[in-house]
């Protein structure tokens, strides 16, 4: 099962290094990682997306909160969290296609950031099935590159 942790944790070298490498230890992949100062600039927040049972997702919450460096660790999975993904599409566009791959891009509300002379460069954001249809759609005119930030995630409310 894929499980959303939202950790936040001292903003110093070798922090990332240390909860990576802790995940990493117990046979566990990390399928998304992102990792940014937050509003308090001695603190990072780090969003990992991690494939584990609940056996192996308990070791590495309980590993996790034994590290120094480690504040508070929430566990987004089940909860109404709010999630989001940047995508940056290169899209062939030939003159007599370009006008049908503005108008794909503008039906999901991404946003035109490059114009070459056979391709356009597409920023979109949202949810992983928004970004998985808009990927679907656009592989119809070719995707040149693909190039995706890894998820982020947020509680909702107070």
Same mark, same amino acid.
């Given at each position: 099962?894929?499980?959303?942790? /939202?950790?936040?944790?001292?903003?110093?070298?070798?922090?990332? /290094?240390?909860?990576?490498?802790?995940?990493?230890?117990?046979?566990?992949?990390?399928?998304?990682?992102?990792?940014?100062?937050?509003?308090?600039?001695?603190?990072?927040?780090?969003?990992?997306?991690?494939?584990?049972?609940?056996?192996?997702?308990? &070791?590495?919450?309980? &590993?996790?909160?034994?590290?120094? /460096?480690?504040?508070?660790?929430?566990?987004?999975?089940?909860?109404?969290?709010?999630?989001?993904?940047?995508?940056?599409?290169?899209?062939?566009?030939?003159?007599?296609?370009?006008?049908?791959?503005?108008?794909?891009?503008?039906?999901?509300?991404?946003?035109?950031?490059?114009?070459?002379?056979?391709?356009?460069?597409?920023?979109?954001?949202?949810?992983?099935?928004?970004?998985?249809?808009?990927?679907?759609?656009?592989?119809?005119?070719?995707?040149? &590159?693909?190039?995706?930030?890894?998820?982020?995630?947020?509680?909702?409310?107070?």
């Amino acid at each position: 099962m894929k499980h959303i942790l /939202s950790v936040l944790v001292e903003n110093k070298p070798g922090v990332l /290094s240390r909860v990576t490498g802790l995940i990493s230890r117990r046979g566990f992949n990390i399928e998304s990682l992102t990792v940014a100062p937050t509003e308090d600039v001695t603190m990072s927040r780090m969003t990992v997306i991690v494939n584990a049972d609940e056996t192996g997702f308990e &070791q590495i919450t309980k &590993q996790l909160h034994k590290l120094v /460096s480690v504040y508070k660790i929430s566990d987004l999975t089940d909860e109404d969290a709010i999630e989001r993904e940047l995508v940056l599409f290169k899209v062939c566009a030939p003159a007599e296609k370009r006008h049908e791959v503005i108008e794909v891009a503008n039906l999901f509300r991404a946003k035109i950031v490059d114009v070459g002379r056979a391709t356009l460069t597409i920023e979109a954001t949202g949810d992983e099935n928004k970004l998985g249809a808009l990927e679907d759609l656009f592989r119809a005119y070719g995707i040149k &590159q693909l190039t995706r930030t890894g998820k982020i995630a947020m509680s909702r409310g107070a």
